[in-house]
């Protein structure tokens, strides 16, 4: 059972929007930068956002993250095929004196 | 480019003791942090151990404490992880992955990923 809770799948139609939540505490969303991680099965996982809402380069802006207390959230809009993956929530936790990871979100696009 | 390239995985039995390695290039290694996190097949991922640019501070999952001992050797850009005493449910593709800071702790994110290196823990 992981630290960070995310709902276990996710699906959208082309262009619309999806919300992916992460859902933790004060030790660890509640007190720290949240990062977010993108993997296509078969391959290493991506830096997708860093510092709760930052974009690396070559990231869309169709994509964005935020945070509100002990939880956070990752925003798709304008859906394509290409956003199909699993997407990862990351933070440090104070407590545990540890990275931990939220479980996983499996994203189609149907 | 940034490229890590992890090594050393293989079939293993339970109980004996594997290593791995992530060879760096690209960047300064020294001028950061370096970390193993693991996907065990079909799961999640999960942070194993980190290690701060300058080796001083270590940071590990509960379930590999006395178990397994990042290091890294600045001088050959290199990570390792001695793995000891392994159990079936350390069965996972295993990541290098680059700080963003020279801590190990608290501070940044991972970025870039090497490819994995798949370690089958199996009598």
């Known amino acids: 059972q992981s630290v960070l809770t995310q709902p276990p799948s996710a699906s959208g139609t082309p262009g619309q929007s999806v919300t992916i939540s992460c859902s933790g505490s004060?030790?660890?969303?509640?007190?720290?930068?949240i990062n977010w991680y993108h993997q296509v099965p078969g391959t290493a996982p991506k830096l997708l956002i860093y510092?709760?809402?930052q974009r690396p380069s070559g990231v869309p802006g169709r994509v964005s993250a935020s945070k509100s207390g002990s939880s956070a959230s990752l925003a798709i809009s304008g859906l394509q095929s290409e956003d199909e993956a699993d997407y990862y929530c990351a933070t440090w936790d104070d407590s545990l004196n540890a990275w931990v990871f939220g479980g996983g979100t499996k994203l189609t696009v149907l | 480019e940034v490229q890590l390239v992890a090594s050393g995985g293989g079939l293993a039995h339970p109980g004996r003791s594997l290593r791995l390695s992530c060879a760096a290039s690209?960047?300064?290694?020294?001028?950061?942090?370096m970390h193993w996190v693991r996907q065990a097949p079909g799961k999640g991922l999960e942070w194993v151990a980190g290690?701060?640019?300058?080796?001083?501070?270590?940071v590990y999952v509960d379930s590999v404490k006395g178990r397994f001992t990042i290091s890294r050797d600045n001088a050959k850009n290199s990570l390792y992880l001695e793995m000891n005493s392994l159990r079936t449910e350390d069965t996972a593709f295993y990541y290098c992955?680059?700080?963003?800071?020279?801590?190990?702790?608290?501070?940044?994110?991972?970025?870039?990923w090497g490819q994995g290196t798949l370690v089958p823990v199996s009598s």
């Open positions: 004060s030790s660890n969303i509640g007190s720290n930068t």
């Open positions: 690209g960047f300064t290694f020294d001028d950061f942090a």
């Open positions: 992955t680059k700080g963003s800071t020279i801590a190990a702790r608290r501070l940044g994110w991972f970025a870039p």
């Open positions: 290690i701060s640019w300058n080796s001083l501070s270590i």
């Open positions: 510092n709760t809402s």
